[in-house]
């Protein structure tokens, strides 16, 4: 037996003693027995580590040593397997950096880290001979991540698309059913603690960008952070757009898109972006409401299949923190380590890939324009967008019924690049009878 082995138990020690945290503890205690029947061995909490000793968590701690300190946890021999669950950029990467330093392998939650610094981390990892693991970084419980490395490492994945941030999905839910505006929902969703108080990472798509970097790397093998991927939030959606969607057969999500356009003589390049897009109403994605997440990915080999559940939480997430110890663990106990590489690639085939432009990416769009309610003006918008090549699928001016100075007008548009809609956009604003900037939200039709 390794370090930390007793009674063929393995020893882990937990970093961040919050709501995961707790979780994680919960489901150590409560499925104990389960746990040792599938494993064949005990996995073993002996040791966490918080700056907060003081508030009650509800759970017992018997036999368990707690304190203020990672760096005696870390050095701990009786500690195998470290959970981070602290959060944040710099202090949890020194505590995974100083943990494969010290043998040992970790779990983690955190895609804010891995998505910014997976590159010096998963490297520490692989120079070390130990793992890193991270189910509980993307869709909360569900296991998405296990799925692509494993489920599906026989496939050439042709896209992902990905609902990744259940605080927007529930925005975006309520706006639709309610017809609040944005700023009522959200003020609701923070009451009912779907929100932070500062919600700026889940409204803006950070978070989800956060994601889809970690499963673009994993479903083709490109080296990316999420500050390479376009990224665009739910901020000024309007209750007309859902209203409009709905006509059009359509419902609005923030979605993550990565897809590989591969040339025909083998090149790959990646199409990554986290934006609001309408699907059809009757797809799968359409369909996940509230706070829950999905992500739709198309294999070559088993076409399309779908992964829905709970994308946070204390419980789901803890589910997922639990899952990874118990991979860990049980290759600790083969005395071997790694049976899977944690992004599916072997480190050496996580390489820097072309991203595509945004301003070559093609899709159908709907456009959102303020003008004048003025004879012509809808003739120099649709006039715009065709010497641009933008060819026009529908036009809907919405009359308000209130006297008002100005109108909506809607437009969908054929496919076209970025670069196109983005010119026209430009010549469109410019004029006088356009009183606000235009609202853009991309169509994914196949999904």
Not at 146 to 172: D, F, M, P
Not at 173 to 201: C, H, I, N
């Amino acid at each position: 037996m390794g370090a930390g082995s007793q009674h063929g138990s393995i020893g882990v020690g937990l970093i961040g003693f919050g709501t995961i945290g707790t979780g994680v503890v919960k489901v150590l205690r409560d499925n104990a027995t389960e746990i040792e029947q599938r494993l064949g061995f005990p996995l073993r909490l002996v040791r966490i580590a918080d700056l907060d000793l003081e508030t009650d968590r509800g759970v017992a701690l018997d036999e368990i040593h707690f304190d203020a300190d990672a760096k005696a946890l870390i050095a701990d021999p009786n500690v195998q397997i470290v959970i981070e669950l602290i959060g944040g950029y710099d202090v949890p990467r020194k505590f995974i950096l100083e943990a494969f330093a010290a043998g040992k392998h970790v779990v983690t939650a955190n895609k804010a880290l891995l998505a910014l610094h997976g590159r010096e981390i998963f490297g520490a990892a692989a120079a070390a001979g130990l793992d890193i693991a991270f189910e509980a970084a993307v869709g909360g419980g569900i296991p998405i991540l296990r799925s692509l490395r494993e489920g599906l490492a026989a496939n050439q994945i042709q896209k992902v698309l990905g609902i990744l941030n259940g605080t927007t999905n529930y925005v975006l839910t309520e706006m639709e059913s309610t017809g609040e505006d944005f700023e009522v929902v959200l003020k609701r969703a923070q009451e009912l603690g779907y929100a932070e108080a500062d919600p700026t990472f889940d409204v803006d798509g950070i978070d989800a960008a956060h994601k889809l970097a970690l499963l673009t790397a994993m479903a083709y093998g490109a080296e990316l952070t999420f500050e390479e991927i376009p990224t665009e939030g739910i901020r000024g959606l309007l209750p007309l757009d859902f209203e409009l969607a709905a006509e059009f057969g359509y419902r609005i999500k923030l979605l993550g898109v990565a897809k590989c356009h591969r040339g025909a003589d083998g090149s790959e390049r990646i199409e990554a972006r986290v934006q609001p897009t309408m699907v059809p109403a009757s797809s799968m994605l359409a369909n996940v409401d509230g706070a829950m997440n999905a992500v739709e990915v198309l294999g070559n080999a088993v076409g399309p299949t779908l992964y829905y559940g709970a994308g946070a939480g204390e419980m789901p997430t803890a589910s997922a923190v639990v899952a990874d110890l118990m991979e860990i663990a049980r290759e600790i106990q083969r005395s071997g380590a790694g049976p899977v590489a944690p992004l599916s690639y072997l480190p050496e085939h996580i390489v820097p890939k072309p991203v595509i432009p945004e301003s070559e990416v093609a899709a159908r769009a709907y456009l959102r324009f303020t003008a004048r309610d003025e004879p012509g003006v809808l003739s120099r918008i649709t006039g715009a967008l065709g010497e641009e090549g933008v060819g026009i699928a529908s036009v809907v001016q919405r009359e308000t019924g209130t006297g008002a100075a100005t109108v909506p007008v809607i437009v969908l548009t054929h496919v076209a690049s970025e670069a196109a809609l983005t010119a026209a956009l430009a010549k469109i604003e410019a004029l006088a009878e356009v009183t606000e900037s235009p609202r853009v939200i991309r169509i994914e039709e196949d999904v």
